[in-house]
Structures are given as structure tokens and as C-alpha cells.
């Protein structure tokens, strides 16, 4: 019964092996297509993170896409403003000459006005016979003496009056020089705040911009990594899968230890 015994055996042999070379080339296979899958899915996953902050973008670069050389502009202008260009030198003393620009107020034809009033003061003296006498030497004087008082008073009031305006010429003109400065000064500055507030608002869009890419590639990254794992893990598992003729052998000395175990209790073969 010895040969019966064999045979059974070989033919447990036969069908553990080729059971056991199947279950690794199938495991095998299921394997590879895991990892196959796992690198599909991702490439999937980078293109999807692309296709999200693309979308992002494309909601904020209209408003923020200039916002990196709008912010080196308003820091460059912001190291660079000098302020000191707006500063107004003290005016000088004000000068004028009160005598001379009542001397040059006199009336021209002053000579001629004496000599008609003196005129008549001699005139009427030698009507009444005391041209030479001291009354009318004093008659000529006092008239001289009044008709210059009188233009001297005249002149200096108009030399005060030219006085008065060129005073109001000199403080408006220092108070001009203050205004232009102020008005430049302001423009500026009002230039400067105009970019503060873009540059405010523009970085505030960028902020949210940044933090929703950011937000989407740590999610991809996420997800990569851990399918990364998965297929590594995969990969692990398929490396310490037997191949098919391993497989085949450890099953077929399986099934013939187990074959012919049960063979010889079977027959009583000792």
C-alpha cells in the first residue's frame, strides 16, 4: 500500500503548491495595482491643489497682482520723503526809507508855488507902499514856511501810504511762500497716505490669498503623504510576498507533509 501512500502524497504536493503559487501571484498582483492606484491618486491630488489655488488666484490677482511693487514704491517714498524742502526761511528786516521816500513825495512844482504865493505877498505889500519894510519880510517867510509844512505833510502822508503797501507786499509775500509750501507739503503727503491705504488694503487681500493657498496645498500635502505611505506600506507587503516557484515549493511541502501524514495513517504503513 506503500506506493498508493506516494502517490498520495505527491498529488498533495502538486495541489498545495500550485494552491499556494496562485494566493502570493494573486496577492502579488493585487499589490501592484494598490501602488499603481496610490500614484494615480496622487497625481490627482497635485492636480486638484493646482486647479484650487489656480481658482484662487484668479479670484485675487486682479486686486492684488500688483500689490509686491505698490508696497516697494510706498516703502521707497516713505525711506525717502524729506520734509525739510517745505521748511520757510524767517524774512529779512524790513527796510524803507521814510525820508528820503518823503523827499521823493515832495511836490515838484513846489519852487513855483513859493515864488506865486511870495509874489503875491509882494505884490500886495508894494500896493500898500512897505515892500521893504519887516512886515512883509515876515509875511514872505511865514507864507513860505506854511506852503512847505503843508506839502511835507502831504509828501509824508502819501510816503506813509507807499510805506503801508509795500509792508502788506513784504508779509504777503512771506505768507505766499508759506502757503505754496504748505499746499506742496500737503499734496504729498496726501500722495503718501494714498498709497498707506492701498498698500493696507492690498495686504490685507494678500494675507487672504496666502492663507487660502496655504490652506489648500496643507490639505493636498496631507493627503499626498498619506498616500505615499499607503503605497510604501503596499510596496512593503508585496516585497515580502514569496514569488511564484517560492510559493509553489513551501505549498507543495505543505501538502506533502500533510499528504502523506494522512496516507500512512490511513494504510497502518509505519
Known sequence: MLPLAVGVAAVGALSGGASSAMDASNKRKQ?????????????????????????????YDPLTGTFVQNANDYFGDLKNVDYTKYNV??????????????QDELNPDIEAIINRSTGAVQQSAANRGGLFSGATAKGIARSTADIQAAEWDKAR?????????????????????????????????????????LFTGQGNLFGQQQQQVQGVQNAADTAYFQSRG?????????????????????GALGGLSGSAGGAVSAYGVK
Do not use: C, H
Not at 497635485?46 to 484662487?56: A, F, L, M, N
Not at 526761511?89 to 518823503?102: K, V
Not at 502822508?157 to 499746499?183: L, S
Open 157 to 197: 502822508g502819501r510816503a506813509q501810504e507807499t510805506r503801508t503797501n509795500k509792508y502788506q507786499e513784504f508779509i504777503d509775500t512771506f505768507n505766499n511762500a508759506i502757503k505754496v509750501k504748505d499746499f506742496n507739503r500737503g499734496n504729498e503727503t496726501a500722495n503718501l497716505d494714498a498709497k498707506g491705504t
Open 31 to 59: 499589490l501592484k495595482a494598490y501602488i499603481k492606484q496610490q500614484k494615480a491618486i496622487q497625481g490627482e491630488i497635485r492636480g486638484v491643489e493646482g486647479k484650487r489655488t489656480g481658482e484662487i488666484n484668479q479670484t
Open 89 to 102: 526761511d524767517s524774512p529779512d528786516q524790513f527796510n524803507f526809507d521814510m525820508a528820503q521816500a518823503t
Open 230 to 250: 499607503e503605497q510604501a506600506g503596499a510596496a512593503a507587503q508585496k516585497a515580502g510576498t514569496p514569488g511564484f516557484w517560492s510559493s509553489f515549493a513551501q
